[in-house]
């Protein structure tokens, strides 16, 4: 949990990834044998396996969460911004900010509701119309303190309240955290890399560099994926529910994941009593759309620990759910061998 914690708590919004680079660097050197960044910005690391099998087995997570950009200074010193990556434009207004590498706290300003006319109360402020106030009190200020592209992330404490934790960037900050700890683990017969990537969550673009560089031969991506299980008064499928255990996908907007692998984990969670659930189909995208278009093609499956308000500052995932995954990812590698891409 300590892991995760520092990983959430590091910022790391879409193209500047580089806090949360150094923080995992630091968690993984001593425990794999080869460390690149390539050009784009991933870390890619080897763990050589024992030399039993050929293949290399490649495990995905993006290093990026969702953000702001500055992309202009009004004349009284406040910050007009741009989303990156899917931001529901309703939670943002009054919300604490951190803005740029020095992380100056800041707070996205929302007009008084004293002053709101009845239009107003019924309509959302659409992101070209918020702004980010720093206290700079004039344009050049502003400028200096926080220029054109400067980054901005949600300003949230980590915190353990129960059977969950609170924190941003559980998307994927928990598929971080689940591979540091897969690559803690012991040797395995084939090679593993581990790629953390950038640029998720604007198009899965470190993930295509990273996959075409490193030609797996099969990929699982480790996520934090969308859980909806809030009470509704009609009956439709949640997304994901909270401590029903690691969430497995068969099809999203990005991709179908291969059946194979698939079969390889849910008999691996059934054998040790894991529990696992299926994302319901068709909603959202990971790395995987690009991993398994790579090269020859990459058979390719997720895993990804259920979470509840991600892309929000406050996101919540079940602790058990969280161990159950390092606990399948790791468990499903050790008894991983080449028939099962053969069935
Ligand atoms: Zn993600």
Not at 40 to 45: A, C, M, Q, R, T
Not at 65 to 78: A, N, R, T
Not at 122 to 147: C, N, Y
Request: proline share 5%.
């Amino acid at each position: 949990m300590k892991i995760l914690r520092q990983l959430s708590e590091s910022i790391g919004v879409s193209g500047a990834e580089g806090e949360v680079r150094s923080l995992i660097l630091k968690l993984i050197e001593p425990h794999v044998d080869d460390i690149k960044i390539d050009t784009i910005g991933n870390i890619i690391v080897t763990k050589e396996g024992t030399g039993e099998s050929k293949l290399t087995v490649m495990l995905d997570a993006h290093m990026d969460e969702v953000g702001l950009m500055v992309v202009g200074h009004s004349s009284k010193g406040m910050l007009r911004v741009a989303a990156i990556g899917g931001i529901d434009e309703r939670i943002l207004p009054g919300k604490r900010v951190l803005v740029g590498p020095k992380k100056l706290p800041g707070v996205i300003g929302a007009k008084p509701l004293h002053l709101l006319g009845d239009d107003e109360c019924d309509s959302v402020v659409k992101i070209d119309a918020l702004r980010v106030d720093i206290g700079a009190g004039g344009k050049s200020a502003a400028e200096s303190k926080s220029p054109l592209g400067t980054r901005i992330a949600f300003d949230t404490r980590y915190e353990d309240i129960g059977k969950v934790v609170r924190g941003k960037a559980f998307d994927d900050r928990a598929g971080c955290a689940v591979l540091v700890h897969t690559l803690r683990g012991g040797r395995l017969p084939f090679d593993l890399v581990g790629a953390f990537t950038v640029q998720e969550e604007i198009g899965v673009r470190g993930a295509s560099v990273a996959a075409y560089a490193t030609k797996p031969d099969l990929a699982v991506v480790l996520e934090g994926t969308i859980a909806d299980d809030l009470p509704k008064e009609v009956d439709v499928s949640p997304t994901t529910e909270l401590g029903k255990g690691p969430a497995l996908s068969l099809m999203d907007r990005s991709t179908i994941y291969d059946e194979r692998l698939n079969r390889w984990i849910t008999e691996t969670a059934e054998d040790l009593k894991i529990p696992y659930q299926f994302k319901q189909p068709g909603i959202g995208g990971t790395d995987g759309g690009a991993i398994h278009l790579s090269q020859e093609g990459v058979p390719t499956v997720a895993v990804a620990v259920p979470c509840r308000y991600i892309h929000s500052p406050a996101a919540l995932l079940n602790k058990r759910d969280y161990r159950n995954t390092i606990k399948l990812v790791s468990a499903a590698l050790e008894r991983f061998d080449e028939d099962v891409l053969r069935r």
